[in-house]
């Protein structure tokens, strides 16, 4: 699968980023019960101290990334017992911590790391996404 990581970790806003090489496919896309897409959070190329990450380290950030933008939601996402209105979901545009393995990659759009998830395995909604690793 042909993925550009250093393209979404080049991104000065990687969430717009990310929206953007989707969108089209995302558009398109009918999700089934309950499941979530969520675009994989790419770390930046350069580090806070001016080094730039080799290929390698950037393509672990596809590989065990925990945390993902959320495109789009099936229409029974989050829909649980004790929450029916859905008040504690997380929404589109939100930055949602999960375990990796839980997850099934794809690249959708313009090569944008993606990744199905069953809503029951997120695990948090993140305001930073660089806090996790």
């Known amino acids: 699968m042909k993925i550009d990581m250093a393209r979404f970790g ?3 806003d990687i969430k717009a980023e990310l929206v953007k090489a989707t969108a ?3 558009k398109k896309m009918r999700l089934m019960r ?3 897409l969520v675009a994989s959070f790419v770390a930046s190329v350069r580090t806070k101290g001016g080094i730039i990450r080799p290929q390698k380290t950037m393509d672990e950030d596809r ?3 925990k945390v993902g933008l959320v495109l789009k939601m099936g229409p029974i996402a989050f829909r649980f017992d004790e929450d029916p209105e859905r008040k504690l979901a ?6 949602v911590l ?3 393995a839980d997850t099934h990659e794809v690249g959708i759009g313009q090569g944008a790391p993606c990744r199905f998830i ?3 395995l997120v ?3 993140v305001e930073k996404p660089m806090d996790f690793y």
Do not use: C, H, L, M
């Open 10 to 12: 080049e991104a000065v």
């Open 123 to 125: 695990q948090s909604v």
């Open 34 to 36: 309950n499941r979530v």
């Open 63 to 65: 590989y065990q990334g």
């Open 98 to 100: 999960f375990r990796t």
């Open 24 to 26: 089209g496919a995302v």
């Open 118 to 120: 069953y809503d029951d």
């Open 90 to 95: 997380p929404k589109i545009g939100e930055w």
